[in-house]
């Protein structure tokens, strides 16, 4: 049987619908709760499209404010912004969380944005434009390659 890790709840999923699992098999309630409308979109178009994209990089901390970032690369010629970051948030004391994206043009944009988030001080994420709806590639995402980043997995 075929198995993967991802660093998010909605790459799992969408890894898991490309192998045709049922949705109503993956999706019980109120198990990781959006705390918000633009989070449970986010989540539902990366399980739409998760598998279209390349992860780069990934960090997940596990310590008092819970957040996980995700670094991809769209490798289509279309996307506008090639290369994203998901960045996701839990609220311990709701049980809630957070997903926000952007999109940048180049790596080093993307890399930046990492680097300034990693130092405690990441500017705003700038929203991708909408690209092109193409056909989806059966290709599940890739683990990233070692960074040498100290991550605790979940």
């Given at each position: 049987?075929?198995?993967?890790?991802?660093?998010?709840?909605?790459?799992?999923?969408?890894?898991?619908?490309?192998?045709?699992?049922?949705?109503?098999?993956?999706?019980?309630?109120?198990?990781?709760?959006?705390?918000?409308?633009?989070?449970?979109?986010?989540?539902?178009?990366?399980?739409?499209?998760?598998?279209?994209?390349?992860?780069?990089?990934?960090?997940?901390?596990?310590?008092?404010?819970?957040?996980?970032?995700?670094?991809?690369?769209?490798?289509?010629?279309e996307?506008?912004?090639?290369?994203?970051?998901?960045?996701?948030?839990?609220?311990?004391?709701?049980?809630?969380?957070?997903l926000?994206?952007?999109?940048?043009?180049?790596?080093?944009?993307?890399?930046?944005?990492?680097n300034?988030w990693?130092?405690?001080?990441?500017?705003?994420?700038?929203?991708p434009?909408?690209a092109?709806?193409?056909?989806?590639?059966a290709?599940?995402?890739?683990?990233?390659?070692?960074?040498?980043?100290?991550?605790?997995?979940?």
């Open positions: 049987m075929a198995t993967q890790e991802f660093p998010l709840f909605a790459m799992a999923e969408s890894w898991l619908l490309a192998r045709r699992c049922p949705p109503d098999a993956i999706e019980p309630p109120d198990v990781h709760v959006a705390a918000d409308a633009l989070t449970h979109a986010l989540e539902n178009r990366v399980r739409r499209d998760a598998v279209r994209f390349t992860m780069l990089d990934s960090y997940t901390d596990d310590g008092a404010s819970p957040q996980v970032v995700v670094m991809l690369r769209s490798p289509g010629p996307a506008e912004a090639p290369f994203r970051i998901l960045w996701e948030s839990y609220d311990v004391a709701s049980g809630a969380h957070t926000r994206e952007g999109g940048f043009t180049t790596y080093d944009e993307a890399r930046a944005w990492w300034a990693q130092q405690g001080d990441p500017p705003p994420l700038r929203p434009a909408p092109p709806r193409r056909g989806t590639s290709t599940a995402p890739v683990r990233p390659a070692s960074t040498g980043l100290q991550g605790r997995s979940r």
